[in-house]
């Protein structure tokens, strides 16, 4: 499937009215913006989801921007969680507008935009997030309730050789790990498609595996809070490990961490209430 036959389908979808009138409120503002989440899964890799939420990457500098005009266009806004995430909703229409990772990484940059593809969405000639900077992404998101890595098979099922590689690696910096755990389930979920992941990206990835053998970390840290932020409150909580969201290179402080984690009992009960 290619992205142009994906898009059109995605343009008939009935909710695409709806975002329609987000779009332009952006666009008549003058705000850069991308379009990203599930809309760009199915533009990339062929998979169709349906969701409430259409996802709008911007500049953590211009969210303020944003849901300015957002409220001038009639919609209610919010700021949910203000170390990665905003919001805006008019009636149907619910918009996330995303600026980091909900860990505090992956911070929407020049480069996103720089990288971005161009498309046409219901007329309108608007950016897409390149799939490097999804695949970055949704690579942390491993909860119990929703893990992204399907997407991630996905879209390196559909893209892989046209990706640039060294850019992706450069994204993970130290969390290489990271990506490579993604890259050996993608060759366990496609075996026969293995040879679409670069050997020297696989070799450069294994060789600093082998590197770190009968080495250890001295500092006692849980990195897991990076890639889930229930399930392993745990080990910060009362296993003395320290929480790797308050590294300096990780968005949050402790006021952001205090809030991200008082909103899963809220989301859970919601998810229940949902469900009966």
Not at 16 to 42: K, Q, T
Not at 59 to 78: I, M, N, S, W
Not at 133 to 161: N, P, T, V
Not at 180 to 203: C, Q, T, W
Request: glycine content about 6%.
């Amino acid at each position: 499937m290619t992205a142009k036959s994906a898009a059109a389908r995605k343009d008939k979808g009935k909710s695409n009215p709806l975002h329609r009138r987000s779009v332009v409120a952006l666009h008549d503002a003058g705000i850069p913006f991308l379009i990203g989440g599930a809309y760009v899964v199915e533009v990339y890799a062929g998979v169709s989801r349906q969701t409430k939420d259409f996802d709008l990457y911007l500049r953590p500098q211009h969210v303020d921007l944003a849901l300015q005009a957002f409220k001038r266009a009639g919609y209610k806004t919010e700021r949910t969680f203000p170390h990665w995430l905003a919001k805006a909703e008019r009636g149907r229409d619910c918009i996330d507008l995303i600026f980091r990772a909900g860990n505090g990484l992956c911070e929407v940059d020049d480069s996103w935009f720089e990288r971005a593809h161009n498309s046409e969405f219901l007329g309108m000639q608007v950016k897409l997030c390149a799939p490097e900077e999804m695949i970055w992404m949704k690579a942390y998101i491993m909860e119990r309730e929703r893990f992204d890595g399907a997407d991630i098979a996905h879209i390196l099922q559909s893209c892989a050789k046209k990706l640039d590689w060294p850019h992706l690696v450069r994204r993970f910096g130290p969390d290489w790990r990271v990506l490579l755990s993604h890259l050996v389930l993608f060759g366990y979920i496609y075996p026969g498609e293995r040879d679409k992941i670069p050997n020297a990206i696989m070799n450069d990835l294994i060789a600093r595996l082998r590197s770190e053998k009968g080495t250890r970390e001295t500092t006692r840290i849980c990195n897991g809070t990076l890639l889930s932020r229930k399930q392993y409150l745990l080990d910060i909580q009362e296993r003395g490990f320290r929480d790797a969201r308050l590294k300096g290179r990780v968005h949050m402080n402790a006021k952001d961490i205090a809030h991200w984690t008082r909103a899963i009992a809220k989301e859970e009960r919601a998810q229940r209430r949902t469900i009966l």
